[in-house]
């Protein structure tokens, strides 16, 4: 490997970084001090950190070039910085998930996922921005401002996970943390041209995250490789963890394409499609078996309907305090969500969650036979910023959220029509982040 660029570390990936620091080619200090310049020279415009503690960020650093130096055992990611969304909370940053109320509210510890990353001496120096209260998927925030799409403005990031998607898309940090309640990390991944991982539930535990719903929160990284998202989920969840390691094919492996729940969509592209269908190929290509799957008893429209009503009615259950007091902490739009979610009745949340088990067994029921599902990661590419996502924008992101199972999206091909990148998912069974990481990472080097 040539010597690392030190002109632009934090555009290099974790892989190379995590080798740099280990050949002693480069700093945890200079890494970190490369990721604060990256943030000074390119937020003004995008807009996708909310906060940066430059004295801490930098003396995390130095702490871990003395361990490096005096040769203790260390992690491969010890030293490297990383964006973490606004509503993961840091001790001393302010816990604010979007919410204009919650600015001056400063976090008393780390949650579960920031605890992990630094015992692996991992440095969480940028907050990023993110929809109001992670309930949204346009990157608007009416309070800390939109997050702007860094390969082209016209377009939305996508959200709730906008701030870590365009942080990493710009070459801000080398990896972040997002979370994810109907696909808020794989949404603007797929906007943005990079990787985001949804786990299995409670792989990584939630706690200490502000939560949008009970039912439906996760938490997980987001990278630009499938590579360095595999090495954040192994320091996550503290097992040790190469990706040389992985298994080198995919033949024979089963992968289940849902054609008519793709089809159900009313927002699917034929550009989108199309770039599917090239997908599929070359999973034929590597020496997948292909097969068509239905998902028995699934109807998007009352899924997508049953999905926001429980979001709306355990959001306004962990808010409904602050609302009484507050009122004004929120938006009108956010505020209005909460009224309905206090006003809605037991039967109203009991008849959505029977919907959705009905949904996440249908779920359960197809990936029986398979190794993964693939789809589009959403049915279109970017809309136009300052606009409404269209309606069923989460539609194949949400269902991994219903059974619990593991999601990934990667960047596979670019639209010829506007430049903006596709997202492809693979969705795996419960505790096969191996197996989807291996497919993804295969497509991704093919």
């Not at 008393?108 to 929809?131: C, E, R, W, Y």
């Not at 599917?276 to 097969?291: H, M, N, P, S, Y």
């Not at 992101?397 to 670019?414: D, E, K, L, R, V």
Request: with cysteine; net charge neutral.
């Amino acid at each position: 490997m040539k010597d690392i660029s030190k002109k632009s570390l934090a555009g290099q990936s974790l892989v190379s970084l995590s080798k740099a620091l280990k050949d002693n080619q480069v700093t945890s200090v200079q890494i970190t001090e490369a990721c604060i310049k990256a943030v000074d020279q390119n937020n003004t415009s995008l807009n996708a950190v909310t906060d940066i503690q430059t004295k801490a960020a930098l003396k995390a650093a130095k702490d871990s070039d003395i361990r490096r130096h005096a040769g203790g055992e260390l992690g491969p990611l010890d030293g490297i910085p990383f964006g973490f969304k606004a509503n993961i909370l840091v001790e001393g940053y302010a816990d604010h998930a979007g919410i204009k109320g919650r600015k001056s509210s400063a976090a008393p510890n780390d949650s579960h996922a920031i605890t992990k990353l630094k015992v692996a001496g991992m440095i969480p120096f940028a907050q990023t921005n993110m929809d109001e209260g992670a309930l949204g998927i346009t990157g608007r925030n009416e309070y800390f401002g939109a997050t702007v799409n860094p390969i082209n403005s016209r377009f939305s990031t996508g959200g709730s996970s906008s701030g870590s998607a365009a942080a990493l898309a710009s070459g801000m940090c080398p990896a972040a943390l997002g979370s994810d309640s109907l696909g808020s990390i794989r949404i603007p991944a797929s906007l943005c041209g990079i990787v985001g991982l949804k786990p299995s539930r409670n792989l990584v535990r939630t706690l200490g995250t502000i939560p949008l719903s009970w039912t439906f929160d996760h938490v997980g990284p987001m990278a630009r490789s499938v590579d360095d998202t595999f090495m954040i989920l192994s320091v996550l969840l503290g097992v040790p963890a190469s990706v040389d390691k992985l298994p080198s094919d995919i033949k024979g492996m089963r992968i289940g394409i849902p054609y008519d729940f793709i089809h159900s969509c009313p927002a699917l592209t034929s550009e989108v499609y199309q770039n599917f269908e090239t997908a599929i190929q070359k999973l034929k290509d590597l020496g997948a078996v292909i097969q068509p799957v239905s998902f028995r008893n699934y109807d998007i429209a009352i899924a997508r309907r049953a999905a926001f009503e429980i979001c709306e009615i355990e959001m306004a259950e962990f808010h409904g305090a602050m609302y009484h007091e507050t009122p004004n902490a929120f938006s009108e739009r956010f505020k209005s969500m909460i009224e309905w979610g206090m006003k809605a009745g037991d039967n109203i949340k009991l008849k959505a969650m029977t919907a959705i088990a009905r949904m996440g067994d249908s779920i359960d029921e197809a990936m029986i036979p398979l190794d993964a599902i693939i789809t589009p990661t959403t049915p279109m590419n970017a809309f136009e910023a300052g606009t409404d996502a269209p309606i069923g924008m989460y539609d194949y992101t949400a269902p991994a959220n219903f059974a619990g199972m593991p999601a990934i999206s990667i960047p596979f091909g670019t639209s010829g029509e506007n430049g903006m990148p596709f997202g492809l998912q693979i969705m795996g069974n419960i505790l096969s982040e191996r197996k989807i990481i291996t497919i993804a990472r295969l497509l991704e080097k093919s």
